[in-house]
C-alpha cells in the first residue's frame, strides 16, 4: 500500500472550504476530472456518512463511500470499485483553520491491484504510475478549489 498526501493553503474560511471539498461535484472544475456524481445521499447532509459518490477522472472510474463527516474539519472515504481495479484503505481530508484561511490536507492509502504480478510489482507500479497522478489529480482539485473560493 502507498500512502499519498497533498496539502495546500486556501485564503478562505474553513465551513466554505469544506463545503466545497466535500461536493464533489464540483470537482468537475479540474481539468482532470470529468464527472462527478452523488449516487446516494448521506445521513444528516448530502454527503455524509453514507453516501455514495461516482467519479469519472483522467485516472479513472471510482466508486467511493462516506465513512466519516465531522463539519467542517473531517471527512473519510473509502474507494470501494474502481477502474483500474484497485485497493483502497482509507481517503482522508482534513481542514485546519490557519491564519487568513484553511490547510487543507488530502490523503489516500491504495495500491493497483495486480493479480498475476503478486505484491511486490503492484507496489512498484503503484509507486511509479498511481502515485503521481494521483498526486496531479488531487493538487489540480485543490487549486480549483483555491479558485473558486478566492475570488
Given at each position: 500500500m502507498e500512502t499519498?498526501?497533498?496539502?495546500?493553503?486556501?485564503?478562505?474560511?474553513?465551513?466554505?472550504?469544506?463545503?466545497?471539498?466535500?461536493?464533489?461535484?464540483?470537482?468537475?472544475?479540474?481539468?482532470?476530472?470529468?464527472?462527478?456524481?452523488?449516487?446516494?445521499?448521506?445521513?444528516?447532509?448530502?454527503?455524509?456518512?453514507?453516501?455514495?459518490?461516482?467519479?469519472?477522472?483522467?485516472?479513472?472510474?471510482?466508486?467511493?463511500?462516506?465513512?466519516?463527516?465531522?463539519?467542517?474539519?473531517?471527512?473519510?472515504?473509502?474507494?470501494?470499485?474502481?477502474?483500474?481495479?484497485?485497493?483502497?484503505?482509507?481517503?482522508?481530508?482534513?481542514?485546519?483553520?490557519?491564519?487568513?484561511?484553511?490547510?487543507?490536507?488530502?490523503?489516500?492509502?491504495?495500491?493497483?491491484?495486480?493479480?498475476?504480478?503478486?505484491?511486490?510489482?503492484?507496489?512498484?507500479?503503484?509507486?511509479?504510475?498511481?502515485?503521481?497522478?494521483?498526486?496531479?489529480?488531487?493538487?489540480?482539485?485543490?487549486?480549483?478549489?483555491?479558485?473558486?473560493?478566492?475570488?
Amino acid at each position: 500500500m502507498e500512502t499519498v498526501t497533498v496539502e495546500r493553503f486556501i485564503a478562505a474560511p474553513v465551513q466554505d472550504v469544506f463545503g466545497w471539498l466535500t461536493t464533489t461535484t464540483h470537482y468537475e472544475a479540474s481539468p482532470l476530472v470529468l464527472r462527478c456524481r452523488l449516487a446516494r445521499r448521506g445521513a444528516g447532509a448530502a454527503y455524509g456518512v453514507g453516501a455514495v459518490r461516482r467519479h469519472l477522472w483522467l485516472t479513472g472510474w471510482f466508486e467511493e463511500h462516506i465513512t466519516r463527516y465531522e463539519p467542517p474539519y473531517l471527512t473519510e472515504y473509502v474507494v470501494v470499485r474502481s477502474l483500474p481495479p484497485a485497493r483502497h484503505e482509507l481517503g482522508r481530508m482534513t481542514f485546519t483553520e490557519a491564519d487568513g484561511g484553511t490547510h487543507v490536507r488530502w490523503s489516500t492509502r491504495a495500491e493497483i491491484r495486480v493479480p498475476f504480478l503478486g505484491a511486490g510489482p503492484a507496489r512498484r507500479l503503484t509507486r511509479l504510475i498511481a502515485r503521481p497522478l494521483i498526486i496531479r489529480a488531487f493538487g489540480s482539485i485543490l487549486d480549483a478549489a483555491a479558485a473558486a473560493l478566492t475570488r
